[in-house]
């Protein structure tokens, strides 16, 4: 459930070819620490956030990451 959110293969060239790779060798998830972030975060700070992700990532973050996402969806707002 928890991973980074898949791109199309039309936006790789949005990326540095490292990036993309180590990007899509994680499996991907419905949600993630960028989904957690306001709706107008910009490009560069939702892949802070997926970078973020792939190092850190533990049971315990994957649990506070699926814990935030119920109480966001709950509350019904995008912040």
């Given at each position: 459930?928890?991973?980074v959110r898949p791109?199309?293969?039309v936006q790789e060239s949005?990326?540095?070819p490292a990036f993309?790779?180590?990007r899509h060798t994680e499996r991907p998830g419905l949600t993630g620490p960028a989904q957690l972030l306001p709706n107008d975060i910009t490009f560069a700070q939702r892949n802070a956030q997926d970078?973020?992700?792939t190092e850190h990532y533990n049971v315990r973050n994957y649990a506070l990451i699926l814990l935030r996402t119920f109480a966001k969806?709950?509350?019904r707002?995008?912040?």
């Open positions: 459930l928890v991973g791109d199309t293969p949005d990326y540095d993309w790779v180590s970078t973020w992700w969806v709950a509350r707002n995008s912040y």
